[in-house]
């Protein structure tokens, strides 16, 4: 990095992240399945290897639970290792160690000991691929205490969000928006960024709130234009973090619009948007003029791609929960 | 079709033998066809086909390689999203799958087409997943062959309790139960181990060893062979030339006759190379030399068939030419039959998530055909 | 069972319900670590290797991935496998094969294999236990498409759902609340009952709807009988099913009482309160006088055992949320 | 202290030698004392200790059988809610755990008091999760002994990961993963011997086939020796007698002097005999026969060494008494130590979830806080 400011894809911002975190902290490692030299199925990792060696970008064998396991001793020796899962759908063999060792063992020590360990995942459908390849498991790691959980939508944010996790003395699940990987934004890498689990309004408006984090919040912004178009004013959050959110965000925005309809790839039985319906319902019970509505997938397995424009909430799904939610008389 | 593997059932450590192919510091090969076409003998597995039988091995191969080249055109021009061609494992696939009986049962991995194809599958049937179509979505229990599972070593359990299930009913049928190289590191590989050692299911682990995961090389999965792994579950692992249709087919066989007789599980690696791409996602010059594949080409599978065929006067230019034409007309019909396959109904996606219904699923398929409706509605 | 009617404790109740089932279906497994000489670490399969042998009652290897993953081929041989996950905390081994293979194999097949799996499991605290020991992860399952989840609160839906989960084609997640084994009620073993999936009204009421499942019912009754001292009528219902959850006798009920509390052992954040209170606003938005509120545990590790009182939803606790809902001005 | 394990660093297989009982149809095992107190001697594994050191072995395991003893009885008495007693497996713990230097690294599962012991750690630090007041909360870099842990076979993997880092950071520490026989079932196990081998990390996997998981004899997990385990990982695997404190000191030193040298990771099976229950939750009589254990008592680890001290004049009486009243004196601590142990605070339940804080915590702990003084408030 020569220049301060860049067009960078998130895949690219994601792997000079990783590259700066390499660079300035000899503790960092990243390791994962075909991370080296292919620099990962996706290039995200891409000749990090080849300049930091074999020794911090590590090939490891074909076992998620031994590469999150091994990453956690590799932590309590001092190490700050970044793991990759290579797909959502094959986080689930780690899902133990992640779940009663990652997330508890801080805990356990009385915070004696820290486990600085991120784990990315490439998450999300829309990439016409086969099975366990597009899911949105986000929901199963939030309700873990003990895990940080964020998920970046533009590569500004992938690049400095993946720094404070990095620097993060907890552990972060920190989820890619795989089909936004090739989304090309500005990169300041010497601005000083924001909390890492603070939201942001990305488009004001007065009239509904949409909440959204990765993939989802590109198509809340164009749900937005469209619903202006017809003269509706929408406000655009994106969440950033979904452990812990920003609820004050939410609330604050929700006061003023009266109006929300949270949307997520992931299943909606169980999902975020039901946590978040909850608790902002709670807090703005006077203010909502509509029930909070949710939009996102269905209960049932991510179908094959065919089906996928289906299954994903898309403008037209983000739009008519927006006209249903309208339709209330507060 | 004879295969005799008597022998096998006890084996032996005799380190000087025929068809022993062992390079210093390199462990047993069993093979029984050279690359260059020679039938060798070895003193633990031995065969005796018919004509007939190995130009139907021959044939089987040839027929899968161009299936399977189709399919990777096919995702060229976008007709599938992915493929995972079996190129260059011909002889690991046809060599186990003829093995088996009708009675037994097959656990693929999403690169078995060529056991598909000897265990009756249609071809087509293993191109909807890969088309985005469905994820599977065949009968397992038409052929006996599992759907292609993805998740990395899963199916070893599934087909050891699927042993465990043959053992308690009695039955003399086995389970072959397929994986990768770099599936062996998985935990479900290894617990499938134990199970099946404790329980003496009879399932045969076959393990395909194409050299690469991905664009890992097996180095990063293990440090001594991958048969040797077996011994430590006390059950034993052999080595067998993946690229040598007739030694994958003897020692397959006696692997599955050993677990039918109440012997137990074994593990049976092929020593073999993908000689494509990982999937037509794949990038392979990324992480490996041109030399490499040119070395495993002088092994191929399938021109060794046809090179000790023709030496021996097995098979002459009419069957050639008849299994070319057979394989054009294969190939059309899968190209045909994939370009005319329908995207899926709307409402498909909510179907078979339960067997017994669910209330959620039956509201959220209501709102979903009242949403689709709606557009219906206002384009009218 | 000679006789049809009996006084039983939940855990007899369910080695009850396990023997008319290997009784009356020789496809019938119960596997499990130390399901088979011992009887289970809480005496649930007492009895019944000695009686149906070593083949249909399994002492299985230590592994609970293999436990999952060999009950699925057993299935697909035509079995119906009972697995016995000897705690809460320890089902994480087990959860790629339960997420990734045993929901979603039907539906890979298009329905043409069934996969009739029940995975029975201990859960809950307040039985001063070590870590591990006293979990409630059900939101992890119920999060997940092509599983069911049913937890029984009392002896007969004890005996009666698990033959139903047995009955059942599809995979049914088996929540056994393990407080409560011991709790005695009348059984009839010849009754008819109800659908595996309906909610059940154990007390009527007219000012507040409490909804529970498992271990928290008993919780709920007592907090409802305290409230009726105080001149409060507190409807208790006893949800039974948490996928899917039987919203329209939720719905029925708010309608009549206009508040909502929903009491579970498992965390708040993203635990199945949350999903109720998003779908009842949803559904009853005009009718509720007050927020939905929800009492459960904090988003922390399951506590050490001196703590766990504090921790988990108690009387007082349920009362609290009670009061505050109730304080709302419609 | 000195241990001669140059020998041991290239496995031999020759079969008949001096100290390897090996019963007909039974693998070999490291034998330096038998149960009767006699020296023997090993030809791959040496030892020579001074009366000193012979003594404070014979010392750590008294006072850990004390200490063990004690807590039993204080969850008897219910000061504790649980106790994993490690009574049979003394000589395990102390020969490996006195094997260990100060800057190598231990990871052990919920029974290794003794290896605690040895480490540095007060005993009375490991019962603070069996009363409940904790889920460990010792500092584990001060003793580079890990909190114990629960989730059956998982710190295999931290282990693992922890010696990788060792070699990456060139120290020549070693690490002992401890676990048991029921563990070897667990796909964690397994994978950690993959990335152990891969790796090559100084790491010493140590197994104490205590002949049970909960009611479960070792047949359930495996048909062969568990030592055997590691062949097929490639790294070698030894079975050493359990109950043989000077066999177990010998046995893993050489294991970790391998690892500290660069050549990787060891398997060490130690054959030994949980003589009570699982904990104090269960019932061995449901599972197990009196004569099972009376055979092992004959066996037992601190009889033998006693009988071998007696034997040759290496303790007077003074030693063993002055011992008694240390144990008595140690038992009388953790006693006081333990009724005194206070009930944590209530908002202690939200400190530690985070390291860098949460803001989801920070409002349940102040609503917590509110409703907490509420009842002080009620009450005034
Ligand atoms: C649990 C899991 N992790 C990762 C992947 C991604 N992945 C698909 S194939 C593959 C390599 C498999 O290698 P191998 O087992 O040798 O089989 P091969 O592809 O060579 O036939 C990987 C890492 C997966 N499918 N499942
Ligand atoms: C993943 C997991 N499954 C189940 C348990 C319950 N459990 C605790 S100890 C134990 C047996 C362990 O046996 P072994 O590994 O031989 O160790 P030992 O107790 O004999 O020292 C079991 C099944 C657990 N703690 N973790
Ligand atoms: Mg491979
Ligand atoms: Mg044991």
């Known amino acids: 990095m020569t220049m301060s400011t860049e067009k960078l894809t998130i895949a690219k911002a994601i792997n000079a992240s990783l590259r700066t975190a390499l660079e300035t902290d000899p503790k960092v490692l990243v390791m994962g399945e075909d991370v080296g030299k292919l620099g990962g199925v996706f290039r995200v990792t891409d000749g990090l290897q080849k300049d930091f060696g074999e020794d911090r970008v590590i090939d490891t064998p074909l076992a998620e639970s031994g590469i999150v396991g091994t990453a956690i001793g590799l932590a309590l020796r001092g190490y700050r290792p970044v793991v990759e899962i290579q797909f959502d759908g094959f986080v689930f063999p780690a899902y133990d160690q992640i779940v009663t060792q990652l997330a508890k063992m801080h805990a356990r020590a009385l915070g004696k000991i820290k486990l600085p360990v991120v784990i990315r995942i490439p998450y999300g459908g829309a990439i016409g691929a086969v099975e366990h390849h597009s899911e949105s498991p986000e929901s199963l790691f939030a309700h873990v205490a003990g895990l940080k959980v964020v998920s970046p939508s533009n590569a500004a944010d992938a690049y400095w969000m993946l720094q404070q996790a990095i620097q993060s003395d907890d552990p972060v699940i920190y989820f890619e928006p795989k089909r936004r990987y090739h989304d090309r934004s500005e990169v300041d890498t010497t601005a000083i960024p924001g909390p890492l689990h603070a939201a942001r309004t990305v488009r004001e408006g007065t009239d509904l709130t949409l909440a959204a984090y990765g993939p989802m919040v590109k198509t809340c912004l164009e749900a937005a234009a469209a619903a202006a178009e017809e003269g509706k004013s929408l406000e655009v959050l994106d969440l950033r973090s979904i452990s812990p959110i920003d609820f004050d965000a939410v609330q604050k925005s929700v006061e003023k619009t009266g109006r929300l309809v949270v949307v997520h790839e992931a299943p909606v039985f169980f999902g975020s948007g039901a946590e978040i319906a909850a608790r902002i319902t709670e807090r703005c019970f006077y203010h909502l003029e509509a029930p909070v509505l949710r939009v996102g997938g269905y209960h049932a397995p991510y179908p094959p791609s065919r089906l996928e424009d289906e299954y994903l909430p898309g403008l037209d799904r983000v739009l008519d929960s927006v006209d249903r939610a309208l339709a209330y008389q507060g | ?380």
Not at chain 2, 26 to 49: A, F, K, M, N
Not at chain 2, 88 to 103: F, L, N, P, W, Y
Not at chain 2, 187 to 192: K, Y
Not at chain 2, 354 to 362: P, R, S
Request: hydrophobic letters at 35%; glycine letters at 8%.
């Open chain 2, 1 to 380: 079709m004879t295969v005799d593997s008597t022998a096998a059932r006890k084996p032996r450590r005799s380190s000087k033998r025929a068809g022993a192919k062992k390079a210093a510091g390199e462990p047993e090969l069993v093979q029984l066809l050279t690359p260059e076409g020679e039938r060798v003998e070895h003193p633990d597995y031995s065969i005796d086909l018919s004509p007939e039988e190995l130009r139907g091995l021959y044939r089987d191969m040839v027929l899968t390689r161009r299936f399977d080249g189709e399919a990777t055109t096919l995702q060229r021009q976008g007709e599938l999203g992915l493929w995972a061609s079996l190129l260059g494992q011909e002889a690991a696939q046809i060599g186990s799958g003829r093995a088996t009986r009708d009675d037994d049962y097959v656990f693929p991995t999403y690169r078995e087409h060529g056991v598909a194809w000897c265990r009756g599958v249609d071809p087509t049937n293993l191109l909807g997943m890969f088309r985005g179509v469905n994820h599977g979505g065949w009968d397992p229990n038409e052929n006996n062959f599992h759907l292609y599972t993805i998740v990395i070593g899963s199916q070893a359990l599934h087909a050891t309790g699927y042993a465990m299930g043959v053992a308690k009913d009695g039955a003399d049928s086995a389970v072959v139960a397929y994986f990768g190289d770099g599936a062996s590191s998985q935990g479900d590989v290894a617990e499938a181990f134990t199970f099946a050692a404790v329980y003496n299911a009879p399932v045969v682990f076959f393990c395909q060893n194409n050299q690469w995961a991905i664009s890992e090389p097996t180095e990063r999965q293990t440090r001594v062979p991958l048969y040797q792994r077996a011994q430590g579950y006390g059950f034993p692992g052999v080595r067998v030339d993946g690229n040598d249709v007739l030694a994958v087919l003897a020692v397959t066989k006696a692997a599955l006759d050993r677990a039918r007789t109440g012997q137990g599980p074994m593990l049976v690696e092929a020593f073999t190379y993908r000689m494509g791409a990982h999937t037509t996602s794949d990038d392979p010059t990324r992480y490996r030399r041109d030399e490499e594949r040119e070395l495993w080409e002088a092994k191929d599978p399938i021109l060794r068939l046809r090179a000790y065929l023709e030496k021996q006067g097995l098979a002459d230019e009419a069957f050639f030419a008849g299994l070319e034409t057979e394989s054009d007309a294969l190939a059309k019909r899968v190209r045909e039959t994939v370009r005319s396959m329908p995207d899926p109904d709307h409402l498909a996606m909510f179907e078979h998530t339960y067997a017994d219904g669910h209330t959620l699923v039956d509201e959220e398929r209501a709102q979903f055909a009242a949403y689709q409706a709606s557009f219906a509605e206002e384009s009218k």
